[in-house]
Each structure stands twice: as C-alpha cells, then as structure tokens.
C-alpha cells in the first residue's frame, strides 16, 4: 500500500503517493483546464504508478491554486510552467534519481512545452490526453515545440478524444526527435474513461520498458 501526504507550500500544492519501499524515481503529474489534482484519472494513474514502486506528485498548476474553478487564461501559461518546474524540484527532494513529469490535456502540453524549453528539467514524458488542436479546428495545431522535445515521451490517446484524432496525433509524434510511443484506448473521449482502464498493464507497463528498460517488480521482473 502507498502512502499519501499532503504537500502545501508557497508555490506546491497536492498529494505525494509514496511507494510502500523507498523510490528511486519519481513522476509529477498534473491536470487539465477545467480540473484539479483531485480529478479520477490522475488519482487512478498515481496509485498505479505508487504501487509499481515509483513516487507520485500529484498537483495543481498554479492557475488552479488561484481560484477553484474555471479555466486558465493564456496569460498564466508561463507562470504554470513556472509550477511545474517547482514541483519537479520538490519531487527531487523525495527520490534519488530520475524525474518525469507529465499531465492531462492542459497540464502535459505545458509540461511538454517546459520539457522543450529545458531538456534538462526531467527525465521522460507521460501525456495524457494531449490537446493536439482544439475540437473542430484541426488547423490550429500545438505541436510548434515537438521538435524541441529531447527526451522520451508516452502519449495516451482516446479513440473518441475531439481534441486529435490517433491519426493526426500519430503524424504529429513524427516531428518529436526522440524516442515516443503512443497508447490507445479505445472508445475513450478526452477524459480517458476517468482512468477506468487496466492502467498497471496499458499504461504502467509501457513506461517501464520505454523509460527505464524494463520492467517493474509488479510484473515479475
């Protein structure tokens, strides 16, 4: 069983998933526009990775911290990376070596974009959701950063997600120089079915292998 401790500072605020044995490698992870820490999916993926033996950072972006509800202005964008990059820091303070940093929607596009901006900040990618455009408009692409990722990435996809099709968001992994690999569920929207998914073999498994090479204790290794 992992253990689950709140975190409050200045510039943090969420939930840390410890591992029942000490981790050597930890993953923030955070939410979308018009959610919190506190959102189904994120808690189902945290107790998952926590129970594979991997430290869990579960937390609000800053926009989030300011106000309960509605959604971030493209004016926070940059003070939400900003949060990100603390909360890589505090999880730095927890494990010994590597970090990965990821989110849903809103959250794993600016953790895509800080990974992009600093390739040094962590470790690999776990995306879920990614908004590769917004619905109906697949003109207005986000993916003018791809080219600048440097380090492994994980996407999680629904079939039914608005936000890209699996074609499109498999076209667009193309521009990412680094190793990727894309996981679909299938008949999921953008909410990936609140995380009511095999998440230990669909989701926890893949990253083993892809970021660390191999695989954790909970599938025999």
């Known amino acids: 069983m992992s253990e689950i401790i709140r975190i409050s500072s200045d510039s943090v605020s969420g939930f840390l998933h410890k591992p029942e044995h000490a981790a050597d490698d930890g ?8 959610s919190n820490c506190q959102a189904p999916l994120l ?33 926070s964008a940059s003070a939400d990376r900003s949060g990100l990059k603390d909360a890589v820091f505090e999880m730095r303070h927890t494990v010994s070596r590597r970090v990965f940093l990821g989110g849903h929607s809103y959250g794993g596009r600016q953790a895509s974009i800080l990974a992009s901006d600093d390739p040094e900040i962590c ?52 521009e990412i120089p680094s190793k990727t690999e894309l996981i679909v569920i299938e008949n999921a929207g953008h909410d990936l079915a609140k995380g009511r998914f095999d998440v230990p073999n669909v989701l926890v498994k893949p ?10 204790a909970l599938f025999g290794a």
């Open 43 to 75: 808690i189902a993926v945290a107790d998952a990775f926590a129970s594979a033996g991997l430290a869990v950072l579960r937390c609000d972006l800053p926009f989030r911290q300011r106000r309960r509800f509605g959604p971030p202005s493209p004016a």
């Open 123 to 174: 470790d690999g990618l776990v995306l879920l959701s990614y908004p590769l455009h917004p619905p109906n408009k697949p003109e207005q692409l986000r993916t003018a950063h791809f080219s600048a990722i440097r380090i492994p990435c994980l996407f999680v996809h629904g079939t039914s997600d608005p936000f890209g099709t699996i074609q499109e968001l498999t076209t667009a992994l193309e």
């Open 27 to 34: 993953l923030v992870l955070t939410h979308g526009a018009g």
């Open 207 to 216: 990253f083993w292998t892809l970021m660390l090479g191999r695989q954790p």
